[in-house]
C-alpha cells in the first residue's frame, strides 16, 4: 500500500445544522496529483478549509502524513507543509517575479531584509530554476503587474513552491485564462506533480482532461465519484448532478443543460 500523504475520515461540516461536509471520505497517496470537480455548492472549498484548518470538521478527523490537525491553528498547520493558493493571485505586483520568488522563500524575514540583503548563490540558484520552471525567465525583472493574468498566476503557483510545501492545494488556477495559459498552467502543474502531493479544484474540464489521473466528484458534501476521467464524464450518476438538477422552467432548461453540458465537456460525444 502506497503511502498517504492525506486521509480524511467521516468528516462532516454543519454550519448551524447545514451540512457542507457530510461523513466524507477521502485519501491522497504521497506524490498523487488529484483533481476535485463537483456542481457549485457540492462543498469544494469547505473541503479545503478543513484541510488548512481555516475551518475545523464538526465531527470526524483530517491526517496530514499520519499526523491529526485537529488542535492546530492555521499557520502550523501551513509550517508542517501545506501550502494553498487561493482562486485570484496574490503577488506584489510593483515588485519583479524574482523578488516576489525571493520574498516567499524566506517567509521569515521581512519584505525589506529580504530586498535588501544579499542572497546566497544557492538561493538564486533555486529562483532561477523556479523561474525557468514557471516559465517565467525572460520576464523576471519586469514589475509583476506588466505579467498576463495566466503569468501571474504561474508566479503565484511559483511563490507557493517557493515555501517548499508537501501538500499543494490549487483552487481553480485557470478560471479567466485564454486556451494556451490554461495548457501553460497545465503543464506547470504536471511537472510540480514530479516532487509534490497536489490538490486541484477545477471546473473546466478540458484542463482536468489535461492533467487528471485520478478525479474526485464532490456532491452534497460526499464523494459521489471516484475514477478516471472517463469513468467520471461516463458515470449516470455524476451526469445527472450536473443535468438533473431542478430547473426553474422548460424554456430555461434547454439553455441550462447545454450550459451545464458545456461545463463538462461532454456535450459532443458522451451523451
Ligand atoms: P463549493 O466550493 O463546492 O461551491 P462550498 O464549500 O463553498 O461549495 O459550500 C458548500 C455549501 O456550504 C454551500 O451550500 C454553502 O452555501 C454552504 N456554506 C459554505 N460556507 C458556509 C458558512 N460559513 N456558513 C453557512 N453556510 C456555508
Ligand atoms: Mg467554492
Redesign the pocket.
Known amino acids: 500500500m502506497k503511502d498517504k500523504i492525506l486521509e480524511i475520515e467521516d468528516v462532516t461540516v454543519s454550519?448551524?445544522g447545514?451540512k457542507?461536509l457530510n461523513n466524507l471520505n477521502f485519501s491522497l497517496d504521497v506524490g498523487e496529483l488529484r483533481v476535485i470537480i463537483?456542481?457549485?455548492?457540492?462543498?469544494?472549498?469547505?473541503?479545503l478549509?478543513v484541510i488548512t484548518g481555516k475551518?475545523k470538521p464538526t465531527q470526524g478527523r483530517v491526517l496530514f502524513k499520519g499526523r491529526n490537525l485537529k488542535s492546530l491553528p492555521e499557520h502550523q498547520i501551513s509550517r508542517l507543509g501545506i501550502g494553498r493558493k487561493f482562486q485570484t493571485p496574490r503577488i506584489y505586483l510593483n515588485l519583479t517575479p524574482r523578488e516576489n520568488l525571493e520574498i516567499s522563500s524566506n517567509r521569515q524575514k521581512n519584505v525589506f531584509a529580504t530586498l535588501f540583503k544579499h542572497s546566497s548563490s544557492a538561493e538564486r540558484k533555486t529562483i532561477t530554476g523556479l523561474l525557468e520552471t514557471i516559465g517565467l525567465s525572460s520576464n523576471a525583472d519586469i514589475r509583476a503587474d506588466k505579467l498576463s493574468h495566466g503569468e501571474k498566476q504561474r508566479l503565484e503557483i511559483g511563490m507557493l513552491v517557493a515555501q517548499s510545501p508537501d501538500l499543494l492545494l490549487v483552487d481553480e488556477p485557470v478560471a479567466g485564462l485564454t486556451d494556451e495559459e490554461t495548457e501553460n498552467v497545465g503543464n506547470l502543474l504536471l511537472a510540480l506533480a514530479e516532487s509534490h502531493s497536489i490538490l486541484v479544484?477545477e471546473h473546466d474540464m478540458e484542463f482536468v482532461r489535461q492533467i487528471a489521473r485520478q478525479v474526485t466528484v464532490?456532491h452534497q458534501?460526499s464523494v459521489l465519484k471516484e475514477g478516471t476521467i472517463d469513468e467520471v464524464q461516463n458515470d449516470p450518476r455524476v451526469i445527472e448532478v450536473y443535468l438533473g438538477q431542478p430547473l426553474e422552467d422548460t424554456a430555461s432548461e434547454v439553455q441550462h443543460s447545454s450550459e451545464k453540458l458545456e461545463t463538462l465537456n461532454i456535450g459532443n460525444s458522451k451523451l
Open positions: 454550519f448551524d447545514f457542507a463537483g456542481p457549485n455548492g457540492a462543498g469544494k472549498t469547505t473541503f478549509d475551518t479544484i464532490l458534501g
